[in-house]
């Protein structure tokens, strides 16, 4: 039979009867996709689809992308703000005024009573930058409290920490293009391929055209290690002792860029001194990588004529996560290898705009970078806003991490949640359960009613989610990109930056200062802002950012006003002889002493327990847990084991097990692979009641990230296993 051009049967696809595609940016990870939402004849978003022309995706979009438009309308969505006097009561609906209103009581009356700084704010790394810096505004200007602080800490808090010492500032230096110009790359605990599929996608096209060396660190065979030339499966928590063991061969070997560290450092000597106690047999009885693939890597990172490292929660999430990231930069600095075309530390970064929140939602401080710690800063901002600068307090509050024990102690009395979830994604949940329920005030304020949170809070305002607004986020590699409007709110919830703007006017302080309520609007006072700054974006407006398909920062006013184009696709900082943030313009190249900290596997708990992510799920699943084209891969929880510590214990592929830590037990199902050592179990963090029972989240002494990725359990089998099956069901589906 001839198979004939004309003979071949075309694929049907179902006619969307899309009328217009509304211009957009994807509102899941931060690599930062421009997506098109498809409106049909009737006003309804019906597909999504990839922007051709945008240089972060090129028209691509990853499984979550696609079906983006399907979260608009997905079950659980909150229609209206519900109240309660007490936790065990029913909720019963209220209208807006009346809920801000209360809020504003509260708020004030428990300030009255306990301080200033006994109301706390976390938010998150998913709202739309101007959402972020009306919320800073509302809480630096208006409520006062210094303890404020994002679910950033859980993420990214290692990244800006080491940039910050480093670099004398945060900003991750390059951008996807470096890819293009690389001779080696390095991945250290990241799976790009799952967490970040375009940005693999970007990785994988200049892989294939120039043949460069990929190294890949992770004690666990992901995807990305799958595709490595060498993968280094490290023992848990111990990346800085690998670092420093290949500092060690790059100075014995005289491998590293003299003229480039005396011209841009300082501190060098130290390093160089602390070093020396890490040579390659030493190191490997600790980190679990032999002294020859030490040497080896070492060597053809230091040899690259250009060689880039990125890196995820596999070096943030960690006691040693701060570390990490300097221990990434000295390595960089010492092969002078930031800021030039292929060379580069780029930390790849979470959620949608957890760039937007650092750079403008005064979390760890004030807009733009600014710091509450210098008189300076201060006091411009407080003019700009219109406040006496003495009303700002003169050093950064609590990070969320500690913002939760301080509930346990009684310090904190109420809590707004913004846009987070850490009944799922906190370490040590039940620990967590007992402190909401501490709680005299709690709001949550969420796209969904059915989060989990909701069931200990006294408020909940429903809020809009994606491109039910407008404005902008800042994705991985410093661009910002426009999230338009595509549809209403669903039911009668309001935009995150409507919500905070009608709070403001609710307070006689919020009516003294000006809340612009047009995204374009407090976009302007962002700009004006921004000049002058590392994070200049004041030749930006939103016009030209959806024409520009995402503009880099810095873009000046000045570059502009001269008709210099915003650079298409790799932006650098630190370009300049001594261009770094600190006053010197020198990087600070710093030693690092390493202790292990970390629980670790023992007779009693003989299994790391490793956590993460899947590439169908985005977090705690409020979203993708209802999304059908997502949820049904794995819809519900199940543990990573290896085949031959399955045998040893009699458990069989697709079996319920219980895995216990000190902290507590999950019921999970038994999937049997390689990907995990025979040491090692990894859980998805993506569902409720399970392995954020079990982690133990011990702080970074600088950031204060948990380390959600070291914890020690046992397994235990189970007798009923239809009972299991159903304990496990439990709150799976929606
Ligand atoms: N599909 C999907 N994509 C996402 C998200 C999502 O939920 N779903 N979330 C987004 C967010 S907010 C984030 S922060 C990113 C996270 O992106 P990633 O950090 O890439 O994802 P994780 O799975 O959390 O962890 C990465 C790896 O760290 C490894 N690891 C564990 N311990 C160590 C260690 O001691 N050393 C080293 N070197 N590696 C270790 C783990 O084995 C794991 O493979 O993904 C973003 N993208
Ligand atoms: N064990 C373990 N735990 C982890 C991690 C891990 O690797 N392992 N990773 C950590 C990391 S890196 C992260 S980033 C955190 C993520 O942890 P969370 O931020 O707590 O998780 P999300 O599910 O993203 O929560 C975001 C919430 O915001 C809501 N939402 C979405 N859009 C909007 C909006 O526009 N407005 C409002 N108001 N609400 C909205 C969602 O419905 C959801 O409830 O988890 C951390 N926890
Ligand atoms: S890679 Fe990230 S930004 Fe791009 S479509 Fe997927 S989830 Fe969205
Ligand atoms: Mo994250």
């Not at 006994?118 to 930058?129: D, E, M």
């Not at 409007?485 to 709070?503: M, R, V």
């Not at 873009?555 to 184009?565: D, L, N, V």
Request: include cysteine.
């Amino acid at each position: 039979m001839l198979f004939g051009r004309g003979k071949k049967k075309s694929i049907n696809i179902a006619d969307k009867k899309v009328v217009e595609w509304k211009y957009s940016t994807c509102g899941y990870c931060s690599t930062g996709c421009a997506i098109e939402v498809g409106i049909n004849n009737e006003g309804k978003p019906v597909a999504s689809r990839g922007v051709g022309g945008a240089d972060v995706n090129r028209g691509k979009l990853c499984v979550k992308g696609i079906f983006e438009h399907e979260l608009f309308e997905s079950s659980g969505r909150g229609d209206n703000p519900l109240i309660r006097e007490h936790i065990h009561e029913g909720y019963r609906e209220t209208d807006w005024d009346s809920a801000l209103e209360h809020m504003k009581d509260e708020i004030l009356r428990i300030q009255k009573t306990w301080g200033r700084d006994s109301f706390a704010i976390v938010s998150t790394g998913q709202l739309l930058t101007e959402e972020f810096y009306t919320l800073g505004k509302l809480t630096r200007a208006v409520i006062g409290t210094n303890n404020y602080d994002g679910n950033t800490t859980l993420c990214m808090a290692s990244a800006v920490s080491g940039y910050k010492r480093s670099f004398g500032s945060d900003g991750p230096p390059g951008s996807y293009e470096d890819f293009e110009h690389t001779d080696c790359l390095i991945a250290w605990g990241s799976n790009l391929a799952e967490q970040h599929p375009i940005i693999y996608w970007r990785l994988k096209e200049a892989q294939e055209k120039r043949k460069f060396p990929m190294i890949v660190v992770d004690p666990r065979t992901t995807m990305l290690a799958q595709n490595a030339d060498i993968h280094l499966a490290i023992t848990p928590g111990t990346d800085v002792v690998l670092m420093n063991a290949m500092m060690h061969v790059i100075l014995d070997e005289g491998l590293e860029d003299r003229d480039y560290i005396e011209a841009n450092t300082v501190g060098f000597e130290q390093v160089e001194q602390e070093v020396q106690k890490y040579d390659p047999a030493t190191a490997a009885k600790i980190c679990g990588i032999d002294e020859d693939t030490i040497r080896n890597v070492a060597r053809i990172f230091a040899k690259a004529d250009a060689a880039m490292q990125i890196w995820t929660m596999g070096i943030n999430q960690s006691t040693h996560g701060s570390d990490g990231v300097v221990g990434i930069n000295n390595l960089a600095l010492s092969t002078g290898n930031i800021g030039k075309p292929g060379g580069t530390a780029l930390s790849i970064t979470g959620q949608c705009n957890a760039m937007g929140t650092r750079e403008w939602s005064s979390c760890s401080g004030l807009p733009g970078y600014r710091l509450l710690e210098k008189p300076e800063d201060r006091e411009e901002i407080a003019q700009f806003w219109g406040v006496d600068p003495e009303f700002f307090p003169k050093q950064r509050g609590l990070t969320e991490t500690d913002i939760f024990p301080a509930i346990e102690t009684g310090q904190i009395k109420g809590l707004w949640l913004v846009a987070t979830n850490p009944m799922t994604s906190m370490a040590n949940t039940s620990r967590i359960r007992r402190m909401l329920e501490k709680l005299e005030f709690l709001v949550v304020q969420d796209s969904y009613a059915d989060v989990e949170t909701t069931q200990y809070a006294h408020l909940y305002l429903p809020a809009a989610t994606w491109a039910e607004k407008e404005g902008v986020f800042t994705n991985t590699e410093r661009r910002v990109n426009i999230v338009r409007q595509a549809t209403q709110p669903h039911g009668n919830s309001k935009s995150d930056l409507w919500i905070f703007t009608e709070l403001a006017k609710h307070f006689e302080q919020g009516r003294k200062i000006r809340f612009p309520e047009k995204p374009a609007e407090v976009f302007e006072e962002m700009r004006e802002l921004s000049k002058g700054r590392l994070v200049d974006i004041s030749g930006m407006d939103h016009d030209l950012i959806e024409e520009k398909r995402g503009i880099q920062w810095p873009y000046t006013e000045a570059e502009r006003q001269a008709g210099t184009e915003p650079v298409k696709g790799g932006k650098r900082l630190y370009t300049e002889e001594r261009s770094f943030r600190y006053p010197d313009g020198r990087a600070k190249m710093i030693p690092l002493p390493f202790i292990d900290n970390n629980e670790v596997p023992d007779d009693e708990y003989p299994y790391w327990l490793n956590t993460g992510r899947v590439v169908e799920h985005f977090h705690t699943r409020t979203k993708t847990g209802k999304l059908g084209n997502n949820n049904k891969y794995s819809p519900i929880p199940y543990m990573e084991i290896n085949p031959d510590a399955a045998a040893d214990m009699g458990i069989r592929n697709g079996e319920y097990v219980r895995c216990v830590s000190r902290r507590g037990d999950a019921i999970v199902m038994a999937q049997l692979t390689q990907r995990v050592p025979h040491n090692m179990v990894f859980i998805p963090f993506h569902y409720h009641d399970c392995v954020n029972r079990l982690t133990l989240g011990l702080l970074d002494p600088h950031s204060r990230q948990p380390a959600f990725k070291q914890s020690a359990v046992r397994i235990e089998l189970v007798e009923d296993q239809v009972e299991a099956a159903k304990l496990s069901m439990e709150r799976r589906e929606f």
